[in-house]
Every structure is written in structure tokens, then in C-alpha cells.
Nanobody, 119 residues
Framework: QVQPVESGGGLVQAGGSLRLSCAAS????????MGWFRQAPGKEREFVAA????????YYADSVKGRFTISRDNIKNTLYLQMNNLKPEDTAVYYC????????????WGQGTQVTVSS
């Protein structure tokens, strides 16, 4: 399997925005629900958001509802996460993966992309 490639992370002040992207292989992406997960230092990886294969259904962790928006481009095999009103507690490495809805990841992980939110 080919690892997904996450990008778009960076350093941002609290209240700012970032847009993450995840480029996946067709085998991983096509026909599969996809999701975003994150892992903060010293903590376990946690679910952030997921989207059905068609894009018609979305799922969010309570901590990001109303601030984050997940979307996908099935032509480009790319997953996105628009993150608004970022908080210091959103600081983590963000990963994408195929999921069994709403939040069970499977397959291989990419390297992730670091998001750091300063207060």
C-alpha cells in the first residue's frame, strides 16, 4: 500500500485558520470513507472528523464541531480539513486514513503534518 501524504500544517496564532490536505492513492481513497485523526504530545491518537465515500455524510469530534470542516475531491483523490478558530489544544500531528464510519481507522498511516497553535 502507498502511504497517504498529509500537508498544510504550520504555526498559527489562536483564532487563526489552516487548511490541511491529504493525497491518497486511488486504492485507499476510491469508494472508502476517509477521516482525519490527531495525536498531541504524550497523548493517544484521537478521531477528529470523517466523511463518507460520496461526501454526503460527515462526522466530527465534539471538540471540533462548528470550527472544522472536512471535504474531499474524488477526482483528485484528496481529502481536506478546513480548520477555523484554532485553539492551543488543537496542537498535534494530524493524520488521514481510510475509516469504517464513523471513526475506526484502517490501513496504513502517513507521516502526518504538524499543527501548532500559539496562545
Amino acid at each position: 500500500q502507498v502511504q497517504p501524504v498529509e500537508s498544510g500544517g504550520g504555526l498559527v496564532q489562536a483564532g487563526g485558520s489552516l487548511r490541511l490536505s491529504c493525497a491518497a492513492s486511488g486504492r485507499t481513497f476510491s469508494g472508502n470513507a476517509m477521516g482525519w485523526f490527531r495525536q498531541a504530545p504524550g497523548k493517544e491518537r484521537e478521531f477528529v472528523a470523517a466523511i463518507s465515500d460520496s461526501g454526503g455524510s460527515t462526522y466530527y469530534a465534539d471538540s471540533v464541531k462548528g470550527r472544522f470542516t472536512i471535504s474531499r475531491d474524488n477526482i483528485k483523490n484528496t481529502l481536506y480539513l478546513q480548520m477555523n478558530n484554532l485553539k492551543p489544544e488543537d496542537t498535534a500531528v494530524y493524520y488521514c486514513a481510510a475509516v469504517i464510519p464513523p471513526n475506526v481507522p484502517y490501513g496504513i498511516w502517513g507521516q502526518g503534518t504538524q499543527v501548532t497553535v500559539s496562545s
